[in-house]
């Protein structure tokens, strides 16, 4: 049973645009989430949090939008950077999970020169 | 500067052989300690967590066991692999429960 889901496997953005990848979740305890970022053959590396009593949080390029009546959190990266192409992963985690946190599918991002 | 290490980066084992994956954690004490696999078109799963030595805990059952020897030291283990064990594990750690993780390079595990 897939908690958090990514709908698009993929995207493609020129340089310069704006990159916008999106997340759904299905459990409204959820309060805490982040996301990852990984290159092939590499690890994810964090990238940046959100809790739930916020509903926008930014660093840099980078900016996290969570929507808690819609169950749905966005990362919109600006402007889009050929260094970003990787895949992008949403998880979320709730006050009874303990050490887990449940992971996305991931979205590959491509960002064309 | 905190630095994980996790080996081998590939690895193709029979079926019905055991397994063996070590990680280490450099640079911090006391980590709280992850495996994870992502299996083809999954998220990541987390399989074990740790919060000290000795202490293990287990998320989903499975033919997989996880050992920490050490305090910085987490090792994923089987005695009989199955052709679904294949997958990309991951290693990571994290400072406290509910915090962001470091992750490993990964071992690419297919079992043949």
């Known amino acids: 049973d897939q908690q958090v889901k990514q709908n698009s496997p993929s995207l493609s953005v020129q340089e310069g645009r704006i990159s916008i990848l999106n997340c759904d979740y299905t459990?409204?305890?959820?309060?805490?989430f982040l996301w990852y970022k990984k290159y092939p053959a590499e690890g994810p590396t964090f990238l940046i949090s959100?809790?739930?009593?916020?509903d926008k949080n930014e660093d840099g390029r980078f900016t996290v939008f969570l929507n808690k009546s819609a169950k749905h959190l966005s990362l919109h990266i600006v402007p889009s950077q050929p260094g970003d192409s990787a895949v992008y992963f949403c998880?979320?985690?709730?006050?009874?999970?303990?050490?887990?946190?449940?992971f996305g599918t991931g979205t590959s991002l491509t960002v064309i020169p | 500067s905190q630095t994980i290490h996790q080996w081998p980066a590939t690895l193709v084992q029979p079926v019905g052989s055991p397994l063996s994956l070590e990680c280490t954690v450099e640079g911090t004490s006391n980590p709280n300690l992850y495996w994870y696999r992502q299996a083809a078109g999954r998220g990541l799963q987390l399989l074990f967590y740790?919060?000290?030595?000795?202490?293990i805990s287990s998320e989903v059952p499975q033919n997989l066991s996880a050992s920490r020897p050490q305090d910085r030291q987490f090792i994923l283990s089987s005695k009989k692999l199955l052709l679904s064990d294949s997958g990309f594990y991951l290693c990571?750690?994290?400072?406290?429960?509910?915090?962001?993780?470091?992750f490993g390079q990964g071992t690419r595990l297919t079992v043949v």
């Open positions: 959100i809790s739930s009593i916020k």
């Open positions: 990571a750690w994290s400072r406290a429960p509910r915090t962001e993780a470091f």
């Open positions: 459990n409204s305890m959820f309060d805490y």
């Open positions: 740790s919060v000290g030595i000795g202490q």
């Open positions: 998880a979320a985690s709730h006050p009874n999970t303990g050490n887990q946190f449940y």
